[in-house]
């Protein structure tokens, strides 16, 4: 990747917000491509914009054309995984739509992509934001969804360990864990 020059990071940073509202895809993936050079050589640019960032990335997380899809789910994962708890404030507004691609099991590769950036977020978020966040998809219709959710909050209390106790959302995550060993389905329980 080529460096971002400091003068131009803030242009940067304003070019690909007003590429990524176009109605035209080709912009959306030159912003997206854009915001990712950013997280990587100037964060704080896209720390600033975050929230209205990831608004527009989750439009299209859920794009019908295939390629702006997975471009905008890489490009979470790497704002997970550059901006770690910078993303905290905008768990909420990207879990549904990471979740809705990660229980698409008619697409493969949008499906794994959108799994990686759910285990950036379990990684590297804050243990007890990110319960929070996993604990607003689990009561989706769709099971596939939430064996999703089963298995990345078994993935947080793995690395969160005894800490799961002290959490605040530990009632709600045994009422979840209880309903989930009812659940019909295999995969979830």
């Known amino acids: 990747p080529i460096p971002c020059v400091p003068w131009q990071s803030q242009t940067s940073g304003q070019t690909a917000m007003s590429k990524l509202k176009s ?12 915001i990712r050079k950013l997280c990587v050589h100037n964060r ?13 990335i989750v439009k299209q997380v859920n794009s019908l054309r295939s390629q702006n899809s997975r471009l905008a789910i890489m490009t979470l994962s790497l704002m997970f995984s550059t901006l770690g708890r910078d993303m905290e404030q905008a768990m909420n507004t990207v ?18 992509e959108a799994e990686k950036a759910l285990c950036e977020m379990v990684t590297h978020t804050n243990s007890q934001k990110c319960l929070t966040a996993l604990l607003t998809q689990a009561t989706n219709k769709s ?19 005894s800490k799961i106790f002290q959490f605040r959302e530990f009632r709600r995550l045994m ?8 659940e019909g389905s295999q995969s979830i329980r």
Do not use: H
Request: proline letters at 3%; aromatic letters at 8%.
């Open 23 to 34: 109605k035209q895809w080709n912009e959306n993936l030159t912003a997206m491509n854009l």
């Open 44 to 56: 704080e640019v896209v720390t600033l914009n975050t929230m209205d960032l990831c608004r527009d």
């Open 95 to 112: 879990i549904p739509g990471l979740m809705k691609k990660a229980g698409e099991i008619s697409n493969e590769f949008l499906c794994s």
């Open 143 to 161: 099971p596939t969804v939430r064996g999703k959710v089963a298995y990345f909050i078994t993935k947080l209390i793995d690395e969160t360990g």
């Open 175 to 182: 009422e979840v864990v209880g309903n989930y060993l009812n």
